[in-house]
């Protein structure tokens, strides 16, 4: 034991709560005549182990390929292929900017970068089904493209600055493994919208000027949901319980 000069000094290490207060409480026993106490406690995310990255990566990889899987099925080779090419285009944009800024990739950032991929493919799910409903309205390709667009706009707007503004509060109010989250949440919402709005209107421009065949749907799913009205006003006491 050496002398305690200036007049304080400080216990450092991986404590909890519990253990810093059974700590302070020991030395408070003692003979020193200054007593102890816990000045602060600051709350550190570690980042991940070898084990907690390959199964989050496993549990990424394994959602995106059925995504990509899905969006080919649902909506076409067409479609859904343009869809995925955003979608892929979305993840590599993401990883970049966090390269670039130096982020260390957490288990709640793999939880952002997922649910990112949700958010980027809702929006492309909004601007299909606004332009097959124009379809069924008998309007041309090239018009019901520009019409879908034009009608889901406002739409995926909405969803994404409201999730944007949640984003926000949590890397503000947020600490440690929060504010990885909602890094990588925010930085996401961005590189979807310029994923979902603006390359793939250039691929769907590039392909009508090529005479390219584009179908927004498949034999299975042409109809689905077609017409359906869900009286969601009426029938807010069953949605409620």
Known sequence: ???????????TGDFTIDEANDLANIL????????????SDTIIGPTLGKEAINSGMVSFVISFVIVLAYMIFYYSKSAGTI???????NIFLIMGILASLGSILT???IAGIVL?????????????????EELRAGKGM???IADGYKGALSAILDSNVTTLLTGVVLYVFGTGPIKGFATTLVIGIFTSLFCAIYITRLIYEWQLKR?????????ITANNLKDTKIDFIGKRKIFYA
């Open 107 to 109: 288990l709640p950032g």
């Open 1 to 11: 034991m050496g002398e305690i000069t200036g007049g304080n000094t400080e216990i």
């Open 28 to 39: 408070k026993s003692g003979k020193m005549p200054a007593p102890a106490r816990i000045v």
């Open 83 to 89: 869809a995925d090419i955003a979608l892929v285009a």
């Open 116 to 132: 990112t991929m949700g958010m980027s493919v809702d929006a492309n799910v909004l601007i299909f089904e606004r332009i097959r």
């Open 211 to 219: 005479n390219a065949k584009l179908t927004f749907s498949i034999k």
């Open 142 to 144: 090239k018009l019901a």
